[in-house]
């Protein structure tokens, strides 16, 4: 699943290099589903060890880099640094795949505080949105009316779904998606 290669900078390998970076990026399978290319840099400055892991995986990149002063070391913190990456990446689609699997209710924005999760101490309320079509002056319109920060709703001429905010200068930030 994971195609590993490994580089040496400043240093020569010394066998138990690749077999310890192999062993140690096996834990890291649990969370790629898809094929992922991994490219490790281990490099030696002086009294300093340096191992740098860039993960590449279904248009994910993720790098992590640690230095110490023994090699072994460096590559078991590199390697906690790109599982703390992947478990956060995990965490962001599960939380939004059930977002996007509850459904729709009435009325445009409605909180609902039967959703309100303090166990995560992340997520403080959920809000769900019916998207109605409007053009961007009908959405500026109607955040002004509704003293809105910002209104999510979807272009009646590109049928995209647009997000526009007003800052804090009192000017617009209009953010357009490819949908």
Partial sequence: MMKISVTFRNT??????KEYVDER???????????????????????RNVAEINVTTNG??????????????AIDNAVEKIERQLKKHKEKIRVHKSNSLKGESEGEIEALPGDVDMAEGRIVETRRVILKP???????????ST????IVYRNSLSESV???????DGGYLLIETNS
């Fill in 12 to 17: 020569e390998e010394e066998g138990w290099q």
């Fill in 25 to 47: 990026l096996r834990k890291l399978n649990k969370y790629i589903d898809v094929p992922a290319d991994v490219h490790v840099v281990l490099t030696v400055e002086k009294f």
């Fill in 60 to 73: 994910l990149n993720l790098i992590g880099k640690e230095e110490s002063k023994d090699m072994h070391l």
């Fill in 134 to 144: 409007m053009s961007l002056d009908d959405a500026i319109m109607e955040m002004d």
């Fill in 147 to 150: 003293k809105n920060r910002f």
């Fill in 162 to 168: 647009n997000v526009i905010y007003r800052r804090d």
